[in-house]
């Protein structure tokens, strides 16, 4: 009996994404993109233990385009992360869970996990 | 007519077995990182654009030391049980799933032991 292709419920595709439901993947998708990040600091940390040179290394891997970029989008996935984490605790301390909450909540996180990121990368550039 | 089994009232886990235990660690390394958080801006803060000696010398004060152990341990720990869900809710090949999870959890521990050591090295200035 085959039973790996039988439907599962909810059926993505036709669901108009919500706010809510977009928010919660995104938790997940930022918590992953974290996780990547966390490599970096990791490997940050061995380079200043390393020596000047491997330090100046990584540091200009960092520098490149492409580590400034992925550092915009770990900023950007930290701070929605963080905000939408102090959602969910509040969630499960049972606040904020009607819908009027749950959308008030949701778009005071995206806004402020906006403004932080903005706010920290021209504190850093000026 | 009561179709629980008397051992599972016994020990009051509901339908879980473990989940319970993984919600709380959860929450509470999340907690734990918010508390942290506010040590993570001054990091950034003073690491942001330093030489290698200003970032060793950052890093070698016990404070600062200590603290970036604990948060590099508690987010490796946050990401890992966060990673163990995402993986349990999408991956549905049974042997994948098994790799990819004992792949986070080696991974978080090989990053945690090397962070660890390197932050102590550069602390007791080896």
Redesign the interface.
């Known amino acids: 009996m085959v039973t790996?292709n039988r439907p599962l419920s909810p059926h993505l595709q036709v669901y108009r994404p919500q706010l809510t439901s977009v928010l919660s993947i995104s938790h997940?998708l930022t918590?992953?993109a974290?996780?990547a990040g966390?490599?970096a600091?990791?490997l940050w940390?061995?380079a200043?233990?390393s020596?000047?040179a491997q330090?100046?290394r990584f540091m200009a891997a960092l520098n490149h385009p492409v580590g400034l970029i992925a550092m915009a989008i770990w900023t950007l996935a930290l701070f929605y992360h963080?905000l939408n984490?102090?959602r969910?605790?509040l969630w499960?301390a049972g606040w904020l869970l009607d819908l009027k909450g749950a959308y008030a909540s949701g778009y005071m996180v995206v806004i402020g996990a906006v403004i932080l990121t903005l706010l920290s990368w021209w504190e850093?550039m000026t | 007519m009561r179709f629980r089994n008397p051992l599972a009232n016994a020990r009051n886990h509901g339908a879980a077995g473990t989940g319970v235990e993984h919600w709380w660690a959860q929450?509470l390394s999340?907690?734990m990182?918010?508390v942290l958080?506010a040590w993570v801006v001054y990091a950034l803060i003073s690491v942001?654009g330093a030489?290698?000696?200003e970032?060793?010398a950052f890093?070698a004060h016990p404070f600062n030391a200590g603290l970036?152990i604990l948060f590099?341990a508690t987010?490796?720990y946050h990401?890992r049980l966060?990673?163990q869900v995402?993986i349990e809710d999408y991956i549905?090949h049974r042997g994948v799933e098994l790799a990819l999870m004992l792949l986070?959890k080696v991974g978080a521990l090989v990053?945690?032991v090397?962070?660890v050591v390197?932050?102590l090295?550069?602390a007791f200035g080896a």
Do not use: E, F, Q
């Open positions: 790996d997940r918590g992953i974290l996780s966390l490599i600091v990791v940390v061995l200043v233990a020596g000047p330090y100046d963080m984490g102090i969910h605790l499960d850093v | 929450r999340a907690i990182m918010l958080a942001i030489t290698h000696a970032a060793s890093l970036a590099i987010s490796l990401s966060g990673l995402v549905h986070t990053g945690g090397l962070a390197a932050i090295n550069i």
